[in-house]
Nanobody, 120 residues
């Protein structure tokens, strides 16, 4: 069973918006922390955002003020609303989950990724 399944990626023009969603399987507790990473072509994978069970969110400086992470504990889902997208946001976005209610430096579960492409 795939632990995390992302949806919502696609192609958008600069300044546009996209919303990514991620559904967690039953093997991942709904109360555990979740988040998003991304990997741009030729670059290392990097942290984007995370959210705790108590809905405390953390963002990378590159996306703060433009991206918003949210979660639905009952549905065991996490979403990432991305506004004012820029070409440098082009990347494969990965949903992640942790074995704890707070995020760590090493997510325990990874989705397969969804492509986000921003044209200039």
């Amino acid at each position: 069973q795939v632990p995390l399944v992302e949806s919502g990626g696609g192609l958008v023009q600069a300044g546009g918006s996209l919303r990514l969603s991620c559904a967690a399987s039953g093997s991942i507790s709904p109360i555990n922390a979740k988040g998003w990473y991304r990997q741009a072509p030729g670059k290392l994978r990097e942290f984007v955002a995370s959210i705790t069970y108590g809905t405390t969110s953390t963002y990378a400086s590159a996306v703060k003020g433009r991206f918003t992470i949210s979660r639905d504990v009952a549905e065991n889902t996490v979403s990432l609303q991305m506004n004012n997208l820029q070409p440098e946001d082009t990347a494969i976005y990965y949903c992640v989950a942790y074995d704890t209610t707070y995020p760590t430096n090493s997510p325990d579960y990874w989705g397969q990724g969804t492509q986000v492409t921003v044209s200039s």
